[in-house]
């Protein structure tokens, strides 16, 4: 009965149906391209400078000291190169130092690196935009910021002064020649940070073999938590290895959990307007049902229907609808995010820009069971959750009102 009624006023129902279909389908498609907007964001962001993990000296990561080391890095390279969900990894050594131009000096912090694996681990290698990336056999050549390179007015072969504190507390002073300079578009970093040869940061430093951290990047974001647990569980039972501790970008890069938090806030405040207006199209509808079938009703109640079952009557067309809408829009939703997620969606214009920061030219939606479950759940349950008010309405007939009504 519930069936044939929603199709007595079909251009009714089929535009109610369209509007939850039209819901889902676009919280579907949203939600997974935000989802894969994000994994897209994250690893842009690792990939520049944290990584996705880092092992360090327990406390290292609130307090910055020279002393505070990762004292066995050979040890720490064979558990990382035997752990499968680790695709790269590499090894820095870091230190705040003071590097003077001609005329000018700034405080920067001097990194060490691995040249050959830093370019498996970030995209620093691919931000170089003057001058040439660092090679293993380099010595006392550097990697400038964009706008470090300005504040010092240096190019590519000026030479820099860098004067700091060694690890042993002795006096750390070379002369490095400018090689090259990145921009990876954040700000903070392109103006504040050195790169050097790793060799040469241990001897400048006096750090005896050892390094700061091991940065490491994962197979995929999955992965982290797994690759994360089975790090720390074998540092676990390395002698040194107990005053290492295991860091995921969630604590390396806490702005950037917060950045993401935010825009899925206002995000599902946008999709919970269109899942307000939908519920609104199937509240009218189904007042609209009532007031025209009033009298209807009134009949079967006086030949001894009872206002339960009508009102179930009421409640399996409001599902029915609402389950049909829903169904179509996660089929419609899922394949078009499926299409997208194999070809990706370029925005026009952005080209440029996405070089300039190291991101992909295009963005992957990632169809996932949360993506379609989320969206087409709250629809569901929303929409059905208003189309039972006009149900209930159904208890309060009086059969002799009703049959009289016009």
Same mark, same amino acid.
């Given at each position: 009965?519930?069936?044939?009624?929603?199709?007595?006023?079909?251009?009714?129902?089929?535009?109610?149906?369209?509007?939850?279909?039209?819901?889902?389908?676009?919280? +579907?498609?949203?939600?997974?391209?935000?989802?894969?907007?994000?994994?897209?964001?994250?690893?842009a962001?690792?990939?520049? &400078?944290?990584? &996705?993990?880092?092992?360090?000296?327990?406390?290292?990561?609130? $307090?910055?000291?020279?002393?505070?080391?990762?004292?066995?890095?050979?040890?720490?390279?064979? %558990?990382?190169?035997?752990?499968?969900?680790v695709? *790269?990894? =590499?090894?820095?050594?870091?230190?705040?130092?003071?590097?003077s131009?001609?005329?000018?000096?700034?405080?920067?912090?001097?990194?060490?690196? $691995?040249?050959? /694996?830093?370019?498996?681990?970030? =995209?620093?290698?691919?931000?170089?935009?003057?001058?040439?990336?660092?090679? $293993?056999?380099?010595a006392?050549?550097?990697?400038?910021?964009?706008?470090?390179?300005?504040?010092l007015?240096v190019?590519?072969?000026?030479?820099?002064?860098?004067?700091?504190?060694?690890?042993?507390? *002795?006096?750390?002073?070379?002369?490095?020649?400018?090689?090259? #300079?990145?921009?990876?578009?954040q700000?903070?970093?392109?103006? *504040?940070?050195?790169?050097?040869?790793? &060799?040469?940061?241990?001897? #400048?430093?006096?750090?005896?073999?050892?390094?700061?951290?091991?940065v490491?990047?994962?197979?995929?974001?999955?992965?982290?938590?797994?690759? /994360?647990?089975?790090?720390?569980?074998?540092?676990?039972?390395?002698?040194?290895?107990?005053?290492?501790?295991?860091?995921?970008w969630?604590?390396?890069?806490?702005g950037l959990?917060?950045?993401? /938090?935010? $825009?899925?806030? +206002?995000?599902? #405040?946008?999709?919970?307007?269109?899942?307000?207006v939908?519920?609104?199209?199937?509240?009218? =509808?189904?007042?609209?049902?009532?007031?025209?079938?009033?009298?209807?009703?009134?009949?079967?109640?006086?030949?001894?229907?009872?206002?339960?079952?009508?009102?179930?009557?009421? %409640?399996?067309?409001?599902?029915?609808?609402?389950?049909?809408?829903?169904?179509?829009?996660?089929?419609?939703?899922?394949?078009?995010?499926?299409?997208?997620?194999? &070809?990706? #969606?370029?925005?026009?214009?952005?080209?440029?820009i996405?070089?300039?920061?190291?991101?992909?030219?295009?963005?992957?939606?990632?169809?996932?069971?949360?993506?379609?479950?989320?969206?087409?759940?709250?629809?569901?349950?929303?929409?059905?959750?208003?189309?039972?008010?006009?149900?209930?309405?159904?208890?309060?007939?009086?059969?002799?009102?009703?049959?009289?009504?016009?």
């Open positions: 009965m519930a069936w044939r009624n929603i199709w007595r006023n079909p251009r009714r129902s089929v535009l109610t149906m369209s509007a939850v279909a039209f819901a889902t389908l676009l919280l +579907v498609f949203m939600l997974s391209w935000q989802f894969g907007s994000y994994a897209t964001m994250i690893n962001s690792v990939k520049i &400078h944290t990584g &996705h993990l880092q092992v360090q000296a327990k406390g290292y990561q609130e $307090d910055r000291d020279i002393r505070k080391v990762v004292p066995d890095p050979e040890a720490v390279g064979k %558990i990382l190169s035997r752990t499968e969900t695709a *790269s990894y =590499t090894f820095r050594a870091e230190a705040f130092s003071l590097v131009s001609k005329d000018r000096t700034y405080g920067v912090l001097v990194t060490g690196i $691995d040249p050959e /694996k830093e370019a498996a681990v970030s =995209t620093l290698k691919d931000m170089i935009r003057k001058g040439r990336y660092l090679a $293993d056999d380099d006392n050549q550097a990697l400038v910021g964009i706008l470090l390179a300005e504040n007015k190019s590519p072969g000026d030479e820099l002064v860098v004067l700091g504190q060694g690890r042993d507390g *002795s006096i750390a002073a070379t002369v490095l020649t400018v090689k090259g #300079i990145f921009s990876s578009g700000d903070e970093f392109d103006r *504040s940070v050195v790169h050097i040869p790793l &060799h040469d940061f241990q001897e #400048i430093f006096a750090m005896r073999g050892a390094v700061h951290a091991a490491v990047i994962c197979t995929d974001l999955e992965t982290i938590s797994q690759a /994360k647990k089975e790090v720390s569980e074998a540092l676990g039972n390395l002698e040194k290895g107990r005053s290492l501790a295991v860091l995921g969630k604590e390396l890069v806490p959990l917060q950045a993401i /938090k935010m $825009d899925l806030i +206002v995000g599902f #405040i946008f999709y919970l307007i269109l899942i307000v939908v519920a609104f199209s199937i509240l009218n =509808t189904f007042l609209m049902a009532i007031f025209e079938r009033k009298r209807e009703f009134g009949v079967m109640m006086a030949v001894g229907t009872t206002p339960g079952r009508l009102t179930r009557v009421l %409640i399996y067309e409001s599902a029915a609808m609402t389950l049909l809408g829903s169904a179509v829009g996660i089929l419609v939703g899922s394949l078009l995010t499926a299409y997208f997620q194999v &070809h990706g #969606i370029m925005i026009p214009g952005t080209e440029e996405a070089r300039e920061f190291g991101l992909p030219e295009r963005i992957y939606p990632q169809l996932s069971l949360l993506s379609v479950s989320v969206g087409a759940g709250v629809v569901l349950l929303i929409t059905l959750i208003t189309a039972a008010y006009p149900a209930l309405k159904v208890r309060r007939l009086k059969p002799l009102e009703a049959l009289t009504a016009v």
